[in-house]
């Protein structure tokens, strides 16, 4: 059988076509729009496209150990959910992309009695750990699913529009299925934080799964496609000094799944370390002043739906 050719994609925050060439790294191709400079990969691959690509992922990466144990550790959400709290102190959330479903475990846990909580996701053998602790999931694409009078208080995408072939799709459904008033949580990796200004095309995270590319400015420009939110906060958070150091000496063009989670149980084991408290204090000061500075690893965004 031949396989399916690459799906050529406009620009997921503007639709427009004209992009100029950025950056080659193995199958993974960057271009950047002409028209609004929102960078992202132009063809992709047609599993990418679809979400097979996770489903055959499953095992090997969400389920191995090191993953697991790294995204149930207390300390993992921490930041989204200090965020997330917030703006929602109750009421029914959709986390799109749950994966394991370490975030709505979290949160249930944490505050048994304020969310009812739902997941999604397109990776059966990580919803079946979901479930399993007790997660409510839906399994399949969001936007095929029938979420005929449902709604919610909060949706929250954390690490997933990287993913989305098509992103646009989702924050259109996302404005219909939230309340008047509540809230949508986005957290992408962000394109000009110091690891991607140290190491470019060398950090782990410029990979053929992530298919586009935010900078502040192109986020809230996504953002603005959609006329039924207004912009609440927008910032800048995380930092894996680790991963500069390890992506600085290697640069392999695509980091192996195991040694991906391998690093962040490591990671997570430091948070958590009681012999590491003043390190922790110069962790998290550095943190701090990246994400003032919009160069921390990651951008979040709060979005809320217009009354
Ligand atoms: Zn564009």
Redesign the pocket.
Known sequence: MKPDPPVDRP?P??E?AAAEEVLNKGSLRLVR?C????VYANPVEPELASGRFYDRLGVPFYLSPDKLESDYAPVRFERELRLFRKYCQAGAVLDVGCSTGAFLFQLKSRFPDSYSVTGADVTGAALDHAESRGIEVIRQSVLDYDFAERRFDAVTFWAVIEHLSEPGRFLRLTARILKPGGHCFILVPNLKSLAVRLLGGKYRYVMPDHVNYFTAETLKRFAAREAAFGLVEIGSSHFNPLVILKDFRGGAERVADEERARLLKRTTAYKQSPLLKPARWAYTAAERALGSMGLADNLFMVLRKRR
């Not at 028209?35 to 929102?38: F, K």
């Open positions: 620009c925050v503007c427009r729009c028209e609004c400079s929102m």
